[in-house]
């Protein structure tokens, strides 16, 4: 029998070497470039100096990056507390054995992630607005009590940027759960259920045990992604960070000090600092998991 | 022993690899053979959308009559027009010739030394052939930065006060009366209104929010007040600041509240000038053609007047925006640059076309005489717009350029919002009794921004 002819040993880096120089060029080189420069200060466009590890005391010790971090991590606890536990719920409703339409309820819940971040915060911005917004003129309406000046996007910036992001991630992320849900062993259930299981005790040690490599994955995404989050709160809050900056969040404050002062070595530092937090969680989280899987 | 047969060339790979490398080769000579257009003549980036309509009918005309000195207008969002404009001057990648900039814009542009400022610097120019004796001495601060001036200035852009003239005048209310903000408080009060009677008023005086950083310092400057000194230091903590940020505490919140927000370029605030939620609104000329163009409703029903000072006798005017024209460092033949943004900003047929489109005059004084100026305004009810807003223009405050402006605005309003939290809190109003904390928390808030601008070595260096 011929045996199919081996292929050079340079082709794989050949095909490679595109993406290879991409990466270089765009990624490696970029990240090198930013690391000197989170070692310097720069004014201008031609004014560079070099400052040590300056930016970074300053950065421990600058209250706006605090705040920006907890911002961040507020909304980071509401996007995996609030807006995974509805997705999940919307992926176990949808999962139901004998339930019509399910692929139209399907789209209907994952249509808001198909417009984009842009418009979902230019929309968000109209029904929040004082008077005239649809939800004080609603609440209004149903209560006459409810203040129709309640100042959402001024008072209570954080909820109204979590509704907003419930509404338009927790269809998508409730893809993944359905996914997964779909993937359980239905026999296991049922031998459950002959053994006298209730729905309860069924979701807890045979669904969530089952599904659990998917959530781990969803959980991180929504960390990483909460943590890069910048585009909604900034159109939500007309390009700034809320009064009081209560809308500021780590990447707000990068674009902030980068492109609005034209500091782009403290920039770069926030952004290290960025990308370090991410990593610990992200190692935090991956190490929990197989502890976990391990017991 | 066979002697090994050498590979043909199409059998080092497979089928699929000469694929998308065929494709990949295809591709490329495609992209590299791909024609593009060429533009002769010179590049000018503009951004406000009013503007556009004015300036393709004025560039088609000089484009007809300067073949040799064509110009090819480029409309691009204002942000983006900035991070294009500051990231070419970072990295000397392609750009303009001409950039029509908003101030703030400018300011960034402003960062580090004079030297390394991407536009020409045009104040030897300007001394040499007049103009800053033409134009009107305000108009250039924002573009000057260390006593160097690097754009032509495009307007004035001195505000007035629109207000629902009927409303004001079926309450048989007299305007002429109003010289100050408590004359407007105390004269336009009885049109605080609850129409439907849940406890709320559904009517108020003045578009003005402790949000509205943009209004805030519009009503700082009218104060006699300013963010930067000459030296461009942080220098808001002052009594003046701090007197005027308790006074307009009062204005949003307790029980003498009289503004309410109504944003600007939102369907929502414009339905509240519309159904009359809101009685005035401080109003630049180039805001009073937005009103004309997305409230069209209002036509007849508004007029203007000069805005209430703070005290008798005070500044009856301020100044929201500013916009200018700057030629950029790698045009190669500033003369026709210079000979584009003459036209563009001096000739009166010009401005006239500009006034008639934007509402916006001309920081030009030997323009000002000119007719369409003094023409009545149906829109606003047959007022002489032009003249009004010329009235206004030399009493414009002038305004100090720094690379830290917005956040000197963000810190401002920060203390208004804080301050209105602790009168709130402490259900205080009193413009006295919140002194001392308008005072406290200035001064947090400028030694926060002076430490941040103290900490940039290139900034202390570059002033």
């Known amino acids: 029998m011929k045996s199919a002819p081996p292929h050079p040993r340079w082709a794989p880096w050949a095909f490679l070497t595109p993406f290879l120089a991409l990466f270089v060029i765009f990624t490696l080189w970029p990240l090198a470039q930013s690391l000197v420069l989170a070692f310097q200060q720069t004014f201008g466009p031609k004014s560079t100096a070099y400052i040590g590890t300056k930016n970074f005391t300053f950065l421990f010790e600058d209250p706006l990056f605090w705040q920006a971090v907890r911002n961040t991590a507020v909304y980071t606890f509401g996007a995996v507390f609030i807006q995974l536990p509805v997705a999940l719920g919307l992926a176990l409703l949808l999962n139901r054995p004998g339930l019509r339409g399910r692929a139209i309820f399907r789209l209907i819940f994952f249509a808001p992630s198909l417009v984009g971040l842009v418009f979902v915060g230019v929309m968000f911005a109209q029904l929040f607005q004082k008077r005239t917004g649809l939800i004080n003129a609603g609440l209004h309406a149903l209560f006459p009590a409810w203040d129709p000046e309640f100042a959402w996007l001024d008072n209570q910036v954080m909820p109204s940027l979590l509704l907003a992001s419930v509404w338009l991630y927790a269809g998508f992320n409730m893809i993944y759960f359905l996914a997964a849900l779909q993937n359980v062993n239905r026999e296991l259930i049922e031998a459950a259920s002959i053994d006298g299981a209730g729905p309860w005790h069924r979701f807890r040690h045979i669904v969530v045990p089952e599904i659990r490599p998917v959530a781990t994955f969803v959980v991180l995404l929504s960390v990483i992604g909460s943590f890069q989050l910048f585009e909604l709160p900034w159109v939500l809050l007309d390009n700034t960070a809320g009064p009081d900056n209560r809308g500021l969040t780590v990447v707000m404050y990068l674009y902030q000090t980068g492109f609005l002062v034209g500091d782009l070595g403290y920039a770069s530092a926030i952004g290290w600092v960025l990308g370090l937090l991410l990593a610990g969680a992200a190692a935090v989280q991956m190490r929990a998991t197989r502890l976990e899987g391990n017991q | ?463």
Not at chain 2, 429 to 454: K, V
């Open chain 2, 1 to 463: 022993m066979p002697r090994p047969r050498f590979k043909r060339p199409f059998e080092l790979l497979s089928p699929g690899a000469w694929t998308i490398v065929t494709l990949a080769l295809v591709s490329s000579a495609i992209y590299a053979a791909w024609p593009v257009p060429e533009r002769p003549g010179r590049d000018f980036w503009m951004f406000s959308p009013p503007n556009v309509q004015h300036y393709r009918a004025v560039l088609d005309a000089w484009n007809a009559q300067h073949p040799d000195n064509r110009v090819n207008l480029i409309q691009i969002h204002y942000q983006a027009l900035e991070r294009r404009l500051l990231a070419a001057f970072t990295s000397d990648a392609p750009v303009a010739d001409l950039v029509e900039t908003e101030s703030r814009t400018m300011a960034r542009a402003f960062a580090g030394p004079l030297e390394a400022i991407g536009f020409v610097d045009l104040t030897e120019r300007l001394h040499r052939e007049g103009l800053f004796e033409a134009i009107n001495p305000p108009s250039f601060s924002t573009w000057t930065t260390r006593g160097r001036t690097f754009a032509l200035p495009h307007d004035v852009h001195p505000c007035l006060l629109g207000y629902r003239a009927d409303l004001v005048e079926a309450a048989g209310i007299d305007v002429a009366q109003i010289e100050t903000w408590e004359d407007f408080r105390r004269l336009l009060g009885p049109l605080i209104r609850d129409h439907d009677g849940d406890g709320r008023p559904d009517r108020y005086l003045l578009n003005f929010w402790d949000t509205n950083f943009d209004l805030l310092t519009v009503l700082l400057w009218q104060a006699g007040g300013d963010l930067f000194d000459a030296q461009e230091r942080a220098a808001f903590a002052t009594e003046l600041n701090a007197r005027t940020i308790a006074e307009l505490a009062g204005w949003v919140a307790g029980p003498r509240r009289f503004c309410v927000d109504a944003r600007d370029f939102t369907a929502g605030g414009d339905q509240m000038r519309l159904e009359g939620t809101v009685v005035a609104a401080i109003l630049p000329d180039w805001l009073a053609a937005v009103w004309r163009s997305n409230i069209p409703g209002l036509a007849g029903k508004v007029k203007l007047m000069r805005l209430p000072a703070w005290e008798r006798g005070g500044r009856r005017t301020s100044v929201w925006g500013g916009t200018a024209l700057g030629i950029t460092k790698s045009a190669p033949d500033f003369e026709k640059s210079w000979a584009v943004a003459k036209h563009l900003y001096l000739s009166p047929q010009v401005a006239e076309s500009l006034f008639r489109t934007t509402y916006i005059i001309s920081p030009v004084k030997a323009h000002w005489q000119l007719p369409f100026y003094h023409e009545p305004d149906p829109f606003f009810s047959g007022q002489k717009v032009g003249a009004m807003y010329l009235a206004e223009a030399p009493h414009v405050p002038p305004r100090i350029a720094s690379p830290y402006m917005t956040l000197a605005m963000e810190r401002m309003m920060a203390v208004l919002v804080s301050l209105k939290a602790h009168a709130i809190a402490r259900n205080t109003y009193d413009a006295e009794a919140l002194l001392p904390e308008a005072r406290r928390l200035l001064a947090d808030a400028q030694r926060d921004l002076s430490a941040r601008m103290g900490r940039n070595v290139l900034y202390r260096s570059a002033q």
